[in-house]
Nanobody
Framework: QVQLVESGGGLVQAGGSLRISCAAS????????MGWYRQAPGKQRELVAA???????NYADSVKGRFTVSRDNAKNTVYLQMNRLKPEDTAVYYC??????????????WGQGTLVTVSS
């Protein structure tokens, strides 16, 4: 079974920094896209940042210039460095991956979520 395990969430003051990580494990042949989504209370889940296996990145406008997504392909791990955090960044952050299995299936998977709380 494939799973994503997130770590690094927590409480931080506005203006501070936090890094969250997500490691994929299981029957994966290769991972195409890895990324982060977030969902704040009462709001829809939204894309925060994503990165392809070749390093192409995509960011939500609200985090451009503050957040940086990166990945270690050898470790099947994606990171999100969050700087200059704002209270409106408070949300549950979900890791997401699109991957190929050894049977050449193209699937997607979500992590369980990690809470990031930014206090004002």
């Amino acid at each position: 079974q494939v799973q994503l395990v997130e770590s690094g969430g927590g409480l931080v003051q506005a203006g501070g920094s936090l890094r969250i990580s997500c490691a994929a494990s299981g029957s994966i042949f290769s991972i195409n896209v890895m990324g982060w989504y977030r969902q704040a209370p009462g709001k829809q889940r939204e894309l925060v940042a994503a990165i392809t296996s070749r390093g192409t990145t995509n960011y939500a406008d609200s985090v451009k210039g503050r957040f940086t997504v990166s990945r270690d392909n050898a470790k099947n791990t994606v990171y999100l460095q969050m700087n200059r955090l704002k209270p409106e960044d408070t949300a549950v952050y979900y890791c997401h991956a699109e991957y190929f299995t050894k049977l050449v299936e193209y699937l997607e998977i979500w992590g369980q979520g990690t809470l990031v709380t930014v206090s004002s």
